[in-house]
Structures are given as structure tokens and as C-alpha cells.
């Protein structure tokens, strides 16, 4: 069993950065899992945006984010961040924290069995 909590979210200008965090709490090690963040917007439906292994030494990006996101993670912390720069209007979304240890792709929702409730951040113009 893993519970999940997002941090971090806010309104933010564009061209501005955010730091969410993804706080688990395990039963077993966290370092068995694989991590994502996925963000939906109203009217759409919930698209991968990042995704790290189990040890950290892989990671994906969506097209979309790819050189202004990074995903990390800190086992011994049992956390997950997004470090987002560069932020534009689009990019405003609710943000959902993700684990799983499933053996689809990084990009699809079916790889993780947990999920946060998310964190809403709004960037302006």
C-alpha cells in the first residue's frame, strides 16, 4: 500500500518556475517503485508529463516538457519532485503524483497502481 501527497503547486507568471513535491508513505521501500507525474486540465483527459525508475537512472519527458521539466527523486526522503521552469499558460493543470511497479510503458496511466489527490497550478499570461 502507498498513500501519495503533492506539494508545491501555486499561481505562477509565465516564464516563472515551481517545485512540486510527492511525498510517499510505503509499507515496503519506495525504491520499488516506479514514479510518474501526470497533470489534467478541465475538459481533458489526464496526460503523462514525466516518469522515473525505481533507481532513478531512467527517465521520460513529454514532448511538451522536454528541456524545461525535470524529474528526480530521493529515496531515502521517500519523495518525488518536478522542478518546472520556464512555465507557460498551457502547462496549468492539476498535477498528479503517480507509483507503480507495472511493466507497461512509463507514459501510460495502466504502469501505476497509486495515485495523489494532485495540485493545481495555474500559470498566467
Known amino acids: 500500500q502507498v498513500q501519495l501527497l503533492e506539494s508545491g503547486g501555486g499561481l505562477v507568471q509565465a516564464g516563472g518556475s515551481l517545485r512540486l513535491s510527492c511525498a510517499a508513505s510505503?509499507?515496503?521501500?519506495?525504491?520499488?517503485?516506479?514514479m510518474g507525474w501526470f497533470r489534467q486540465a478541465p475538459g481533458n483527459e489526464r496526460e503523462f508529463v514525466a516518469a522515473?525508475?525505481?533507481?532513478?537512472?531512467?527517465?521520460n519527458y513529454a514532448d511538451s516538457v522536454k528541456g524545461r521539466f525535470t524529474i528526480s527523486r530521493d529515496n531515502a526522503k521517500n519523495t518525488v519532485y518536478l522542478q518546472m521552469n520556464s512555465l507557460k499558460p498551457e502547462d496549468t493543470a492539476a498535477y498528479y503524483c503517480?507509483?507503480?511497479?507495472?511493466?507497461?510503458?512509463?507514459?501510460?496511466?495502466?504502469?501505476?497502481?497509486?495515485w495523489g489527490p494532485g495540485t493545481q497550478v495555474t500559470v498566467s499570461s
Open positions: 510505503v509499507r515496503t521501500s519506495f525504491s520499488s517503485y516506479n
Open positions: 503517480a507509483a507503480g511497479s507495472g511493466r507497461d510503458s512509463p507514459t501510460s496511466v495502466r504502469r501505476y497502481d497509486y
Open positions: 522515473i525508475s525505481w533507481s532513478g537512472g531512467s527517465t
